[in-house]
């Protein structure tokens, strides 16, 4: 039999249990329930983003992703297709490590305030970028577009990643009724926007040299991209290169375009059906492919599948 000294530490630490302060109880119980169940779905459809740009940027800076940096995050999901480590300098290199890492973290935070899903299939592969840009040139180049070659090419295909994701936070914030869930958007948000900042005007700075071997400027490759990312979105203009005629730019006084903005320079927004048209590179939220090749997951990403042709 259990002794009365015996009983007591376990009667105590059973009390204790009770009275753990909220954070922690949040953490062991992952308290989505007590969420609305808008804010869940809200919350945890980013996950693709955040997948995919965690598993880019890992891949693109140390040549390894999710499951040898942080394979609980996964949550068992198949690994990526195609990712590889970037030829890129150290400076580039030293700042999409830094990227990666903030990913990781991004991956964290969602994970920690909603159940969220296991990681999606994600085709990294050059193959997938190379397709996303012939797109958006309409017509194939030659070489191949590879996003892993050099410094430039990866920074252009970088372009592709957070910005999508930064229209996502803006258009769920309103969407948002826990004061909890509108604080964690508005902390991803920040973040994600920052990201987009300094890989654009990273490319700002060389808005005017030619991407070899294809004799296209890289303002070129940004219009050309943001012009996709409109039409598979298919709601009007919420993309912009960066450089643009001058009555769209800032105040209708400027063609440099370093950061995207409306006609009142605020962020563009995007809904979860946009998102995965462009991500799918379908133009339809019910045709996966592109990064996703089975498709996003989620209540809201699987509920659009579930009404595929």
């Known amino acids: 039999m259990m002794s009365l000294a015996a009983s007591i530490v376990t009667t105590i630490a059973l009390l204790n249990l009770f009275h753990l302060p909220k954070s922690y109880s949040s953490e062991i119980t992952k308290s989505n329930s007590s969420l609305p169940e808008v804010d869940v779905d809200l919350l945890e459809f980013p996950l693709n983003l955040e997948y995919l740009e965690a598993e880019f940027f890992l891949y693109g800076a140390l040549g390894y992703g999710l499951d040898k940096f942080a394979p609980n995050l996964t949550l068992g999901g198949p690994t990526p297709i195609g990712g590889k480590r970037a030829n890129l300098g150290p400076f580039t290199r030293d700042v999409i ?15 920690s305030t909603v159940k969220g899903f296991p990681r999606p299939l994600l085709n990294l592969s050059a193959e997938s970028f190379a397709k996303v840009v012939d797109s958006a040139f309409e017509t194939k180049l030659v070489p ?4 892993y070659r050099n410094g430039l090419n990866f920074l252009l295909a970088s372009y592709l990643i957070p910005y999508v994701g930064l229209t996502g936070y803006v258009g769920a914030s309103a969407k948002l009724q826990d004061p909890r869930s509108k604080r964690l958007v508005a902390g991803l ?10 890989i ?9 040299i030619k991407v070899r071997p294809y ?29 643009v005629p001058k009555d769209e730019g800032a105040e209708g006084l400027i ?7 409306d006609k009142y320079s605020v962020a563009y927004d995007r809904t979860p059906e946009e998102i995965l048209r ?32």
Do not use: C, M, W
């Open 97 to 111: 490590k830094q990227f990666a890492l903030q990913e990781v973290g991004h991956l964290r935070a969602i994970q």
């Open 144 to 147: 191949r577009f590879d996003p």
């Open 189 to 198: 948000l920040g973040v994600e926007s920052g990201q987009d900042a300094v």
């Open 200 to 208: 654009r005007a990273l490319l700002y700075k060389y808005k005017n």
């Open 215 to 243: 004799g296209k400027t890289v303002a070129e490759f940004t219009s050309r991209f943001s012009q996709l990312r409109d039409k598979l979105g298919n709601a009007g203009v919420k993309d912009e290169g960066l450089v």
């Open 255 to 261: 063609t440099g375009n370093v950061l995207a903005g």
């Open 278 to 309: 462009i991500v799918y590179g379908s133009g339809d939220e019910r045709k996966p492919g592109g990064f996703y090749p089975k498709g996003a997951d989620g209540r809201i990403a699987k509920s659009h599948l579930s009404k595929a042709y």
